[in-house]
């Protein structure tokens, strides 16, 4: 019986978190890049190894399991897998609860040790005095105790925002989308004001105002909107991160049908550098995005006119 994984809170893909991974138990795969059958994988479990989830990438092609790997293992190396839950997305008691319920351990790996230091920011409440992280009511800048009634009137509003927020989801859903973009801007408002400034929930709402641009057809506005929730993806999930990745893919679209096209080509060329690393040759996103940035570099030619 494979012994159970004990580190958790990794991700699947390339140039997330180094050191963060899950320990998972492989087969001895040799060198950069190879392919096996799941069977083979099985049969052949004679090593695990370590590996930072940066240099290596898992995935099916058929039945046929693909492992990828940007430097050679040596036998009896341990490799990192992502069994799901991930610091960048849960904070560590949902971690932990998640990997109780369903696989029956603590998870010792350095997130859940750690204590999610870096990530606080992205849940953080605004420091009212230097506008920095505020972490269990104390600012993690200028070390300011935010009272208890403060505190609570922080999550009055949070709980507020939310409604906001699932009130316009729902217009948007009903198509109405100028209500939608009135409440959306209305909720964005709000939580600038007590959010710290790269919390997911300002994300998620600059995000869902670049839907409601796009889908009246104002590409341009919806990119703007979309520029911010990139860069929280870059920031959350790191600059090589398939997050990020897919992020850049749906900016790059929006910009072409904006009309943007130089900015359209520049951001289509960084999303396929990247998926290139991420995905195998010939894979459906590197075809979409080679086609995307293809159309997008002719648009820049100036047509010649027809005598
Ligand atoms: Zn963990
Ligand atoms: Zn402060």
């Keep these: ?32 890049a190879l392919k096996s059958s799941p069977t083979e994988a099985i049969k052949h479990r004679t ?9 290596f990438k898992i995935f099916f092609i058929g039945d046929t399991l693909v ?26 008691d949902e971690r932990q609860a998640v990997l109780q319920s369903q696989y029956h351990f603590t ?48 999550k009055a509003r949070s709980t507020q925002c939310q409604k906001l927020f699932e009130n316009a989801c729902g217009l948007m859903n009903a198509q109405q989308y100028q209500a939608a973009l009135a409440v959306f801007e209305q909720c964005r408002e709000q939580r600038q004001e007590f959010l710290y400034k790269h919390h997911r929930d300002l994300a998620l709402v600059q995000d869902a105002l670049a839907r409601c641009w796009a889908s009246q057809g104002d590409f341009c506005t919806a990119a703007d909107h ?30 072409f049908n904006a009309g943007r096209v130089r900015e359209c080509v520049d951001v289509a060329d960084r999303c396929l550098h990247m998926f290139a ?31």
């Design 67 to 92: 492992v990828c790997t940007t430097k050679d293992i040596s036998k009896g190396e341990e490799i990192y897998n992502c069994y799901g839950p991930h610091y960048c997305r849960m904070n560590r």
């Design 226 to 255: 979309l520029n911010a929730s990139v860069e929280f993806a870059r920031l959350l999930y790191g600059s090589r991160s398939l997050e990020y990745a897919h992020e850049l893919h749906k900016l790059a679209e929006v910009l």
């Design 107 to 154: 998870c010792d790996c350095a997130a859940c040790q750690g204590g999610d230091v870096d990530h606080h920011r992205f849940g953080a409440y605004k420091c009212p005095r230097c506008a920095g992280v505020v972490h269990t009511s104390t600012c993690l800048e200028c070390d300011l105790i935010v009272d208890s009634s403060t505190m609570a009137n922080l």
């Design 47 to 55: 090593f695990f190894g370590t590996l930072p989830l940066r240099q």
């Design 277 to 307: 690393d991420l995905y195998p040759p010939g894979h459906k996103v590197l075809r979409e995005v080679k086609e995307l940035c293809e159309m997008a570099q002719k648009a820049l030619v100036p047509q010649v006119n027809p005598r």
């Design 1 to 32: 019986m494979v012994p159970p994984p004990n580190e958790l809170c990794g991700i699947p893909g390339f140039g997330l978190v180094p050191d963060q991974e899950i320990r998972h138990y492989i087969q001895n795969l040799g060198p950069a």
